[in-house]
């Protein structure tokens, strides 16, 4: 079991950057392959970001790759997203998952959620 939970969200101009974290508790984090997620209002849950279990293997969307960076601490049972030239349309709440066994871009691979951090990018 592992319980998640984002931090880092908040309102931020065009161009501008936000970091955020997402919190695991368990010993197993680093067992677990994690990703972001997020959702736009009035669209469907989106892929953003993946990162294996020790890191060797990332995966964006298109709309992210370049400008947005998933990393993991494993001894601090952390998961980052670095987001970098924010636009208005990366507004969204964003949610971090983990599951020990996908490697998916859907979010029916992922067992484990966090709550969602909001994230608000102004013109």
């Known amino acids: 079991q592992v319980q998640l939970v984002e931090s880092g969200g908040g309102l931020v101009q065009a161009g501008g950057s936000l970091r955020l974290s997402c919190a695991a508790s368990?010993?197993?984090?680093?067992?677990?392959?994690m990703a972001w997620f997020r959702q736009a209002p009035g669209k469907e849950r989106e892929f953003v970001a993946f990162?294996?279990?020790?890191?060797?293997?990332?995966y964006y969307a298109h709309s992210v790759k370049g400008r947005f960076t998933i990393s993991r601490d494993n001894a601090k049972n952390t998961v980052y997203l670095q987001m970098t030239t924010l636009k208005p349309e990366d507004t969204a709440v964003y949610y971090c998952?983990?599951?020990?066994?996908?490697?998916?871009?859907?979010?029916?691979?992922?067992?484990?959620w966090g709550q969602g951090t909001q994230v608000t990018v102004s013109s």
């Open positions: 998952a983990a599951d020990p066994t996908t490697s998916s871009v859907s979010d029916v691979g992922y067992r484990f």
């Open positions: 368990g010993r197993t984090f680093g067992n677990y392959a």
């Open positions: 990162i294996s279990w020790q890191g060797g293997t990332t």
